[in-house]
Protein backbone atom coordinates (compact mmCIF):
# COMPACT_ATOMS: atom_id res chain seq x y z
CA UNK A 1 0.00 0.00 0.00
CA UNK A 2 1.37 3.63 -0.82
CA UNK A 3 -0.33 6.28 0.22
CA UNK A 4 -0.74 9.67 0.19
CA UNK A 5 -0.03 10.03 4.01
CA UNK A 6 2.32 8.22 7.08
CA UNK A 7 3.11 9.09 10.43
CA UNK A 8 5.89 7.33 11.65
CA UNK A 9 6.48 7.27 15.56
CA UNK A 10 10.22 6.59 16.31
CA UNK A 11 12.97 5.76 18.66
CA UNK A 12 16.56 4.60 18.30
CA UNK A 13 15.92 1.07 18.20
CA UNK A 14 12.37 0.70 16.42
CA UNK A 15 9.82 2.49 14.64
CA UNK A 16 6.77 2.25 13.28
CA UNK A 17 5.33 3.34 10.14
CA UNK A 18 1.66 3.85 9.68
CA UNK A 19 0.45 4.62 6.06
CA UNK A 20 -3.02 5.39 5.71
CA UNK A 21 -5.91 6.49 3.35
CA UNK A 22 -10.00 7.84 4.35
CA UNK A 23 -10.72 3.84 5.71
CA UNK A 24 -7.25 1.70 5.76
CA UNK A 25 -3.90 1.88 7.87
CA UNK A 26 -1.12 -0.62 7.19
CA UNK A 27 1.64 -0.77 9.46
CA UNK A 28 5.21 -1.64 9.16
CA UNK A 29 7.54 -2.37 12.16
CA UNK A 30 11.33 -1.26 11.65
CA UNK A 31 13.74 -2.49 14.24
CA UNK A 32 17.45 -1.69 14.67
CA UNK A 33 19.97 -4.29 14.49
CA UNK A 34 22.47 -4.60 17.30
CA UNK A 35 26.53 -5.29 16.03
CA UNK A 36 27.88 -6.64 19.40
CA UNK A 37 31.14 -5.42 18.54
CA UNK A 38 33.60 -2.73 20.86
CA UNK A 39 34.81 -0.66 17.72
CA UNK A 40 34.62 2.73 18.02
CA UNK A 41 31.57 4.27 15.97
CA UNK A 42 29.89 1.11 15.64
CA UNK A 43 26.85 2.54 17.33
CA UNK A 44 26.24 5.22 14.94
CA UNK A 45 26.97 3.12 11.73
CA UNK A 46 23.74 1.22 12.92
CA UNK A 47 22.11 3.97 14.57
CA UNK A 48 22.49 5.31 10.48
CA UNK A 49 21.56 1.79 8.76
CA UNK A 50 18.40 1.98 10.81
CA UNK A 51 17.15 5.23 10.14
CA UNK A 52 18.69 4.32 6.65
CA UNK A 53 15.74 1.64 6.55
CA UNK A 54 13.28 3.82 8.28
CA UNK A 55 13.84 6.39 5.39
CA UNK A 56 13.35 3.17 2.71
CA UNK A 57 10.24 2.70 4.35
CA UNK A 58 8.75 6.32 3.49
CA UNK A 59 10.20 5.92 -0.60
CA UNK A 60 7.02 7.36 -2.32
CA UNK A 61 5.00 8.72 0.62
CA UNK A 62 3.97 12.84 -0.18
CA UNK A 63 3.60 13.88 3.01
CA UNK A 64 4.81 12.29 6.52
CA UNK A 65 5.08 13.23 9.80
CA UNK A 66 7.31 11.73 12.38
CA UNK A 67 6.81 11.26 16.28
CA UNK A 68 8.84 10.61 18.74
CA UNK A 69 11.20 11.64 21.83
CA UNK A 70 12.94 14.57 21.40
CA UNK A 71 15.95 13.01 21.13
CA UNK A 72 15.11 10.91 18.63
CA UNK A 73 13.34 13.21 16.98
CA UNK A 74 16.52 15.41 16.66
CA UNK A 75 18.80 12.41 15.55
CA UNK A 76 16.53 11.29 12.50
CA UNK A 77 15.85 15.03 11.52
CA UNK A 78 19.65 15.48 11.32
CA UNK A 79 20.26 12.11 9.66
CA UNK A 80 17.53 13.04 6.59
CA UNK A 81 19.01 16.26 6.14
CA UNK A 82 22.12 15.01 5.50
CA UNK A 83 21.80 11.38 3.96
CA UNK A 84 18.52 12.25 2.64
CA UNK A 85 17.74 15.70 1.31
CA UNK A 86 14.94 14.45 -0.76
CA UNK A 87 12.88 13.12 1.90
CA UNK A 88 13.29 16.50 4.11
CA UNK A 89 10.38 18.22 1.28
CA UNK A 90 8.03 14.93 2.42
CA UNK A 91 8.48 15.67 6.47
CA UNK A 92 5.65 18.09 7.23
CA UNK A 93 6.60 17.92 11.03
CA UNK A 94 7.82 16.12 14.02
CA UNK A 95 6.06 16.11 17.02
CA UNK A 96 6.94 15.36 20.05
CA UNK A 97 4.94 12.16 21.66
CA UNK A 98 5.70 10.12 24.36
CA UNK A 99 4.29 6.14 23.70
CA UNK A 100 1.32 6.23 21.68
CA UNK A 101 -1.22 3.73 20.73
CA UNK A 102 -1.83 3.10 17.23
CA UNK A 103 -4.70 4.29 16.97
CA UNK A 104 -3.57 7.61 18.96
CA UNK A 105 -1.05 7.73 16.56
CA UNK A 106 -3.34 8.08 12.96
CA UNK A 107 -6.15 10.18 14.76
CA UNK A 108 -2.89 12.78 15.48
CA UNK A 109 -1.12 12.35 12.03
CA UNK A 110 -4.99 12.43 10.58
CA UNK A 111 -6.13 16.10 12.34
CA UNK A 112 -2.47 17.58 11.45
CA UNK A 113 -2.83 16.48 8.07
CA UNK A 114 -6.19 17.64 7.97
CA UNK A 115 -4.77 21.23 9.17
CA UNK A 116 -1.93 21.48 7.10
CA UNK A 117 -4.37 20.37 3.83
CA UNK A 118 -6.77 23.45 4.88
CA UNK A 119 -3.82 25.91 5.37
CA UNK A 120 -2.72 25.71 2.01
CA UNK A 121 -6.02 25.47 0.29
CA UNK A 122 -5.67 22.13 -0.97
CA UNK A 123 -8.03 18.98 -0.48
CA UNK A 124 -7.62 16.30 1.30
CA UNK A 125 -6.71 12.98 -0.60
CA UNK A 126 -8.67 10.17 0.28
Avoid: N, W
Avoid at 15 to 22: C, V
Avoid at 58 to 82: C, N, W
Wanted: proline fraction near 4%; charge should be negative.
Amino acid sequence: MTSFHAVVRIDHQSAEILQFDAEHVESQKVKAHVHHTAQHGSKVRTEHEFFGTVCDGLAGIQEVLVAGSHTALADFRHYVEKHRPALAPHIVGYETVDHPTEGQLTAMARKTFLKIDRMRGTPTPS
